[in-house]
Structure formats: structure tokens, C-alpha cells
Nanobody, 121 residues
Framework: QVQLVESGGGLVQPGGSLRLSCAAS????????MRWYRQVPGKQRDVVAS???????NYTESVKGRFTISRDNAKNTVSLQMNSLKPEDTAVYYC???????????????WGRGTQVTVSS
């Protein structure tokens, strides 16, 4: 059993900052790539940023220079520092990870339940 639990969402004014965190727990042997997605009502869930176990990162174009993804492999956590927030960043943000449990010998994809981020004055 693996769980991903997000925290840190909330309401912020345009130009403000928020930091999202996600903690993975349970039957975890190894965590490969970790990602943050976001979704607004009526639209598909889109990837915002990703980070490999070797700390290589990728960002969707709209957040480059404003968001920073990081991870702590010892604590099985991933974070998303969001600066210069815009109203169009408003969405539910989801943590996602490729995790290999101790058993069975395979890699599975897991999702958190999401955390709401609202950027509004």
C-alpha cells in the first residue's frame, strides 16, 4: 500500500507565492520520477513539472522561471515552490510518482488526492 499526500494549497493574491509538498509513504523500495499535475474543471489534467531520482527537472512552458520542483529522496517527498503566481495558475494540484514497492517487482504509478490552489485578489 502506497499513499501520496499533498499539502500547502490555499488562496493567494496574484504575484504571491505558495509551496506545495507531497509525502509518499507505505510499501516503498524506490521512487523514480515524481511529478506535479494540475487540473481545472472541465479540462484535462496536465503535467506542470517533473523530477527524476537523479534530480533532472522539466517544466511546462507556462511555469518556467516561476515554479521550482525539488525532492528529498531520504524523506520520499517532492515539493513545488510557486512564485509570481497568476490567476491562470488556479487549479487543483496533484502529486504523481512512479514507485517500486518491495514486492511485487514492478513499478506502479500513484496519485495523491490533490490540493486546491486559488490565485485571486
Amino acid at each position: 500500500q502506497v499513499q501520496l499526500v499533498e499539502s500547502g494549497g490555499g488562496l493567494v493574491q496574484p504575484g504571491g507565492s505558495l509551496r506545495l509538498s507531497c509525502a509518499a509513504s507505505g510499501n516503498i523500495n524506490r521512487i523514480n520520477t515524481m511529478r506535479w499535475y494540475r487540473q481545472v474543471p472541465g479540462k484535462q489534467r496536465d503535467v506542470v513539472a517533473s523530477i527524476t531520482s537523479g534530480f533532472s527537472t522539466n517544466y511546462t512552458e507556462s511555469v518556467k522561471g516561476r515554479f521550482t520542483i525539488s525532492r528529498d529522496n531520504a524523506k520520499n517527498t517532492v515539493s513545488l515552490q510557486m512564485n509570481s503566481l497568476k490567476p491562470e495558475d488556479t487549479a487543483v494540484y496533484y502529486c504523481n510518482a512512479d514507485i517500486a514497492p518491495y514486492a511485487p517487482n514492478a513499478v506502479f504509478n500513484f496519485w495523491g488526492r490533490g490540493t486546491q490552489v486559488t490565485v485571486s485578489s
